[in-house]
């Protein structure tokens, strides 16, 4: 699973400008040697992020509890971890950041990771600023702030857009008989868009009510209005790529 883990320059590398704020407000709490106690991090603070915050406690097996799971984290991720713990992950994840979190506890110093998305599928990476802190009990416990950094339909778009040939995504159109007729453009990529209008004028025509063989220099004009394709999906040439919704 890919995961990155940075002790330095996390400044740097942090995509989430509260994220950045949060760990100011840890080095300034911190004390010269060991970790801030919990409490230090205040509660407005916390009562403002903690929508992206993750609290946890460490278990005698080893494992560590989730006390607080944000509520937007677990709106992107789809699941509430609160209450449950990191060996509840059926998938590596848990293993992985159970062994982070005991690398956190001992250097006892704020640590900034990004990781692949395993369970929330339109996320494609997440950031976590992993903090430890000094429970009431003495133990090491931690504070995170986790986001996504990156989603997965962003993530495809900068692909998209830097691809050169014409990709179009299209939903199909079908008659009561279930027969494909017709499609309308969804999306369509810059170099979709960016096909000769000139190139309109070389689609043949068809008696009325008979169906009209679509090229794809001809989808120039209606690509970024979700004009209709007659039986586009089944007549269109290799290129541009067809993804069909």
């Known amino acids: 699973m890919y995961c990155e883990v940075h002790h330095e320059g ?6 989430t400008q509260e994220l950045v704020e949060l760990l100011h407000i840890y080095t300034m709490i911190a004390p010269d040697t060991g970790v801030p106690a919990k409490s230090a991090i205040g509660s407005a603070v916390f009562e403002r992020m ?8 460490p278990m005698e097996n080893g494992e560590y509890r989730y006390l607080h799971y944000g509520s937007a984290i677990a709106a992107v991720a789809g699941f509430d971890m609160t209450g ?8 590596p994840i848990g293993a992985l950041f159970r ?15 990004i990781s692949r998305a395993v369970k929330a599928s339109h996320v494609h990476t997440w950031e976590r600023l992993i ?27 900068a692909v998209l857009d830097l691809v050169f040939d014409g990709i179009f995504a299209l ?18 990529n810059p170099a979709a868009a960016a096909m000769p ?29 979700s004009a ?5 999906l089944r007549t269109a040439p290799r290129s541009p790529a067809v993804h069909s919704c």
């Open 50 to 57: 903690k929508p992206f915050l993750m609290v946890l406690e």
């Open 171 to 188: 939903r199909g159109i079908r008659n009561d008989a279930g027969i494909l007729v017709d499609a309308v453009i969804v999306a369509a």
């Open 84 to 91: 449950r713990c990191t060996s509840d992950f059926n998938n």
């Open 228 to 232: 209709s394709l007659l039986r586009w």
């Open 131 to 157: 903090l430890p802190v000094r429970q009431e009990d003495g133990q090491i416990g931690f504070i995170v702030y986790n986001r996504p950094r990156e989603f997965q339909n962003d993530f495809l778009r």
């Open 197 to 225: 209008a000139a190139a309109r004028a070389t689609v043949p025509r068809r008696a009325p009510g008979a169906a009209r063989r679509c090229r794809h220099a001809a989808v120039l004009q209606s690509a970024t209005r």
């Open 99 to 113: 062994d982070i979190y005991e690398q956190v506890a001992g250097l006892q110093r704020p640590v900034y990771t």
């Open 10 to 15: 996390i400044e740097s590398r942090a995509q």
